[in-house]
């Protein structure tokens, strides 16, 4: 039997490792100083006198998986306690379904490294329950206090994925690196996410969670496409804080995904994503999602497509999910945008309602889910093109309130100066200077 030593009852004093290794940037801040300001602050976890019983969990070595004694350490230590990981490299083999913790506390001073079998994870990856999207990791619970200290990683070994699938679009069963499924009044901070199989991470049916000090980095190694590397997406989720991030991905850097509502992103550093999405929403015939009360503000984005952009699905339904789909229902509704430094990007907002990943076009004007109340207050940077903004909106439901100010963008010949809007009613702040082009 492989190591697992439950040590317990310890002293309950946890000496928390502050001082990351002086190779990294990240100097994550102890939660319970979190600034109050957080949707669902203060970060009132109980004390580590509450967590008397650690789990440690050795690793087996590289011809092992030590996604069993994975499990079997969080089943041990699942209510009132803590779990470490050492500094040292976990191989995960198989899938993992950790739930229902409550008041446990994760240190990982060292990295889980994920399996390259392809084959494996195409058969065995765990439904991630949207989409008809697949995940290798799947974490959940109340009180959950999960930290790196800027050294622990989750190292998805996603190059292989990257080889073989980086240029199609949501190859079914291709797993995610990890699912927080039913976190509640958690944080997660301080840990690096790097090379995940597809998108980084996914909070859904989540709730007061605080992520803060995340590094992403899905760089493909050998420059090709990375389609489907997103940093973190949000689906069912309310009173979510993403702080101090940094992302270097193939795809969007936080996307805002079905019922994501009360989102505060802030102090976050972008490359080469596509940008802060709202969307895709709108893609399940009859079903109404919404997208409401969602700050990003303090963002510098380099080498980006957007700054940020809103995608949704044309109403009529055309393919089936996840590459097709439409006819869905709901709003966009109070969104603010504020500090914004874009550098290097095609154009600064962009909106399309017309999305489709598998080469279905038209229906541009079919669909009826609402977009409104978007402000952009302080965006400016350089852009590629002269087109600060795109905003195709449907002809059916066009889109209401949206104010750009203090936007400015400049081009290697200039000040860029257009405005393209399809069905953009009462622009504020700025004036329509031509129609947004429709994908052919
Ligand atoms: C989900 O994907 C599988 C392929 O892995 C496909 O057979 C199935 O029809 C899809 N389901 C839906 C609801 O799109
Ligand atoms: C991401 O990783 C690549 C490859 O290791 C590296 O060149 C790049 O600098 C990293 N990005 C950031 C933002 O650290
Ligand atoms: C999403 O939010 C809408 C509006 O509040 C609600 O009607 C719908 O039931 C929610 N969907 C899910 C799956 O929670
Ligand atoms: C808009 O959303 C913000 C959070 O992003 C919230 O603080 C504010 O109360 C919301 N405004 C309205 C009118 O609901």
Avoid at 231 to 237: K, N, P, Q
Avoid at 382 to 389: G, S
Avoid at 399 to 421: M, P, Q
Wanted: glycine share 10%; hydrophobic share 35%; aromatic share 12%.
């Amino acid at each position: 039997m492989r190591l697992l030593l439950p040590v317990a009852p310890v002293l309950a004093f946890v000496q928390s490792v502050i001082a990351a290794s002086s190779n990294t940037p990240y100097k994550p801040v102890p939660y319970t100083q979190a600034p109050s300001y957080y949707p669902g602050a203060p970060w009132n976890l109980p004390g580590s006198e509450t967590r008397p019983t650690i789990c440690e969990v050795a690793a087996a070595g590289k011809d092992g998986d030590d996604a069993p004694t994975i499990i079997e350490a969080f089943q041990k230590c699942k209510r009132n306690a803590k779990v470490v990981f050492a500094d040292t490299t976990y191989h995960i083999k198989s899938v993992m379904e950790i739930t229902d913790l409550s008041n446990v506390e994760v240190e990982i001073k060292g990295t889980l490294l994920w399996s390259t079998d392809i084959s494996y994870w195409l058969e065995n990856s765990l439904p991630m329950g949207y989409q008809n999207h697949s995940t290798a990791f799947i974490f959940g619970g109340d009180q959950v206090h999960m930290y790196g200290n800027g050294v622990g990683t989750f190292n998805g070994n996603g190059q292989v994925w990257y080889d073989r699938y980086g240029d199609i679009s949501n190859y079914p069963r291709r797993p995610h690196q990890i699912t927080f499924n039913g976190l509640t009044n958690s944080v997660i901070e301080g840990i690096n996410f790097l090379q995940p199989q597809m998108w980084t991470m996914t909070l859904i049916y989540s709730k007061k969670v605080l992520l803060q000090d995340i590094y992403v980095n899905s760089t493909n190694a050998n420059g090709g496409p990375n389609l489907n590397t997103d940093g973190a997406d949000t689906i069912y989720a309310s009173d979510i804080t993403f702080t101090r991030w940094v992302v270097d991905a193939g795809d969007d850097n936080v996307a805002f995904k079905a019922n994501s509502t009360n989102i505060l992103v802030e102090d976050c550093t972008f490359y080469k994503t596509t940008g802060v999405a709202y969307g895709s929403i709108g893609q399940f015939d009859g079903k109404f999602e919404v997208l409401e009360d969602i700050t990003v503000r303090n963002i510098n984005a380099y080498n980006n497509k957007y700054g940020a952009y809103v995608k949704t699905w044309t109403g009529v339904p055309q393919g089936v999910p996840p590459n097709g789909g439409g006819g869905g229902l709901g709003y966009l509704r109070n969104v603010t945008m504020s500090n914004f430094k874009v550098e290097n990007a095609e154009q600064g907002f962009y909106i399309t309602q017309c999305n489709s990943y598998s080469g279905f076009t038209g229906e541009c004007d079919t669909s009826e889910f609402e977009i409104g109340d978007i402000s952009i207050q302080g965006m400016s940077g350089t852009l590629k093109t002269d087109v600060v903004a795109s905003m195709q909106c449907s002809g059916k439901n066009p889109c209401k309130e949206i104010s750009l100010r203090d936007v400015s963008f400049t081009t290697g010949r200039g000040r860029a100066s257009r405005y393209l809007c399809s069905n953009v009613e009462s622009p504020d702040g700025f004036g329509c200077t031509g129609e947004a082009p429709k994908p052919q």
